[in-house]
C-alpha cells in the first residue's frame, strides 16, 4: 500500500514549537505578511532574518515527539511507500529518525545565496549578513518558501498524490495553499483520505475519515493499525 502524509506545524506543537495560528493570529508575536513575504523582507531584512534566527535557535531546544518517531518507524517498514511531505520548516522528522523528507516550504537549518543561488545546510544567524560559503557575498536569505513563492517538489507530490492509496494529513489546518488541496486532489482520484488532527480544520469535511486528538497520541496508534495491517 502506497501512502502519502502530509503534515504541518500541529505535529510539533507537543515539541513546544508553536503552531502558525495562534489565538491572536499572531504567529511569535508577528503578523505572517510582516515576516513570512518577499515584500517583508525586502522592507525590512533584519526583521524578517531576526524572526527566523530565533526560530532556528529553538530548534536546539526542542526535541521530536512520539508522533515523529511513529512517522521513521513507518517509514523503516514502508520505505518507498511512504512519501512524507511538510509544511514545516523544523527538522524533527529527521531527529525523529525519518530520512526522506520532502519539505515543500523550506527548512530552518539552510540558507540560500541569492548572489550565486547555492543552498547551505546552515545552523548559525542571518542577520549580521554572514558571507556565502561559495561566492563569499552577504546575500544569505532563509530557505523558506514566504507567501507568494512557489513550494518546493510540487511536480513529484502530484506524482505522489496520482499513484498512493491513501492520503494522510496530520496536525494542518487546511489553510494555506496549495497543500490545503492536497486531500481534494486525492479525493478526485478516488484515493482514501484520513485526517488526524486536534481540531477541525478547514477541510476536514473532504476527508472519508477525520479523527481528533493529539498528534503525539493519534499518529503511533495510526502506525500500529498499519503495520498489523488492520488498516491503512
Ligand atoms: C503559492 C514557511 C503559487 C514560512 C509557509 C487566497 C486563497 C487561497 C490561496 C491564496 C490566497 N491568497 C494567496 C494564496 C496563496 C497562499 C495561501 O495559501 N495563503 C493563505 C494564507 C490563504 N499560498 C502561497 O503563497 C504558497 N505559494 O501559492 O504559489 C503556486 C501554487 C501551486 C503551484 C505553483 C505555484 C506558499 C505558501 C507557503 C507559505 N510558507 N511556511 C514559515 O514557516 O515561516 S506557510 C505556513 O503555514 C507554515 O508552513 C505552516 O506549516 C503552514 C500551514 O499552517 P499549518 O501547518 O496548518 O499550521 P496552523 O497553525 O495553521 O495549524 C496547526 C494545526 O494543527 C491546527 O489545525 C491545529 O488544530 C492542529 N494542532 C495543534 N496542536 C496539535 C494539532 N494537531 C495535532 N496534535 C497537536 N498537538
Not at 498528534?215 to 500500529?224: G, I, Q, T, Y
Amino acid at each position: 500500500m502506497r501512502i502519502v502524509v502530509l503534515t504541518g506545524a500541529g505535529i510539533s506543537a507537543e515539541s513546544g514549537l508553536a503552531t502558525f495560528r495562534g489565538e491572536d493570529g499572531l504567529w511569535e508575536g508577528h503578523h505572517p505578511a510582516d515576516v513570512a513575504t518577499p515584500e517583508a523582507f525586502e522592507a525590512n531584512p533584519t526583521l524578517v532574518q531576526r524572526f527566523y534566527d530565533e526560530r532556528r535557535a529553538a530548534l536546539t531546544r526542542v526535541e521530536p515527539n512520539a508522533a515523529h518517531v511513529a512517522l521513521a518507524q513507518l517509514e523503516s517498514a514502508l520505505g518507498n511507500d511512504l512519501y512524507l511531505v511538510t509544511q514545516n520548516i523544523d527538522d524533527l522528522h529527521e531527529r525523529g529518525g525519518s530520512e526522506r523528507v520532502h519539505h515543500m516550504h523550506g527548512r530552518l537549518r539552510a540558507a540560500w545565496c541569492l548572489a550565486c543561488n547555492e543552498r547551505h545546510v546552515w545552523e548559525e544567524a542571518l542577520t549580521d549578513g554572514p558571507p556565502c560559503p561559495s561566492c563569499h557575498s552577504s546575500m544569505l536569505r532563509p530557505d523558506i518558501v514566504w507567501f507568494g513563492e512557489v513550494p518546493y517538489g510540487m511536480e513529484s507530490i502530484d506524482q505522489e498524490l496520482a499513484d498512493c492509496d491513501l492520503f494522510v494529513s496530520i496536525g494542518t489546518s487546511g489553510v494555506v495553499y496549495p497543500a490545503a488541496a492536497f486531500v481534494h486532489y486525492a479525493i478526485g482520484n478516488g484515493k482514501r483520505t484520513l485526517e488526524l488532527n486536534l481540531e477541525t480544520s478547514d477541510t476536514t469535511s473532504d476527508f472519508h475519515e477525520s479523527r481528533r486528538g493529539p498528534a503525539s497520541e493519534l499518529v503511533p496508534a495510526w502506525v500500529e493499525e498499519v503495520l498489523s495491517g488492520r488498516s491503512g
